[in-house]
């Protein structure tokens, strides 16, 4: 009711774009909630823009959708999740075609919903969000804990997911291994000490204003590797609501 009155004062005060969305709810949920979920999710949304068409003829909106699940879907799918060095189970990982999937799933079941509705001609654009903040980072990043250097938890995902999915990006960007070991400076390096790598590169220059650019490449590597797991996603996840919305 209180976010109902304050879209109605911003609309008395000359307002006419909206960001309207389901939070505090959150759309993805273990498999036999998930049409239910979604449902309330949808109605949620609905209401809203239905109560925008009515108070404020004029209004347009941004259909926001944050992709985090319930703890539902956390407790079903572990495996799946963010696996932090100290054994601590977050949130799902962006690695995982699993959630992946999960995601366009849901996507293109709101999205239809929503297409088929009589404001959906007032819908500007969707934002699609990783976190209440708006950003789209890799699950869990911020989990990790910066404090003394004994005490340091880096945010590496040691999920298999994450695992298997770092070891062929890692190979797709050097051509095997042998070579990534190579540029790493590391000559022993497997597909079992991969994850731990990049964490050493991450310690090995932690609290300094100067970082070894030998050093510091598997973690340089190993961000820019979630950064474009992330950006793959919600890549297509644009794509997939540009193409449900026009149909």
Request: charged share 25%.
């Amino acid at each position: 009711t209180k976010t109902f009155e304050n879209m109605y004062n911003l609309v008395q005060s000359g307002y006419r774009l909206f960001v309207i969305g389901s939070y505090p709810h959150y759309p993805i949920d273990a498999e036999g909630n998930e049409d239910a979920n979604l449902d309330l999710c949808f109605r949620l949304i609905d209401r809203q823009c239905r109560l925008m068409q009515t108070y404020a003829p004029e209004s347009r909106f941004i259909i926001n959708l944050i992709y985090r699940s319930t703890p539902e879907f956390i407790r079903a799918h572990q495996a799946e999740c963010v696996k932090l060095p100290d054994g601590h189970v977050s949130r799902p990982s962006g690695a995982s075609e699993m959630f992946q999937e999960t995601c366009r799933r849901i996507t293109q079941k709101l999205v239809t919903r929503i297409r088929e509705q009589p404001y959906s001609q007032r819908i500007v654009g969707y934002e699609l969000n990783g976190f209440e903040d708006g950003t789209f980072r890799w699950w869990a990043y911020n989990h990790g804990k910066w404090g003394k250097r004994n005490e340091v938890l880096v945010p590496v995902d040691l999920s298999k997911p994450a695992e298997m999915s770092f070891l062929n990006w890692i190979t797709r960007r050097y051509g095997s291994l042998q070579a990534a070991g190579k540029a790493w400076s590391a000559p022993n390096l497997t597909a079992e000490n991969l994850p731990q790598t990049s964490i050493g590169s991450m310690l090995f220059d932690y609290g300094t204003a100067v970082r070894d650019p030998i050093r510091s490449r598997p973690a340089s590597d190993y961000f820019d590797f979630r950064h474009e797991t992330m950006l793959g996603l919600r890549t297509d996840l644009a794509e997939l609501v540009r193409r449900v919305h026009r149909t």
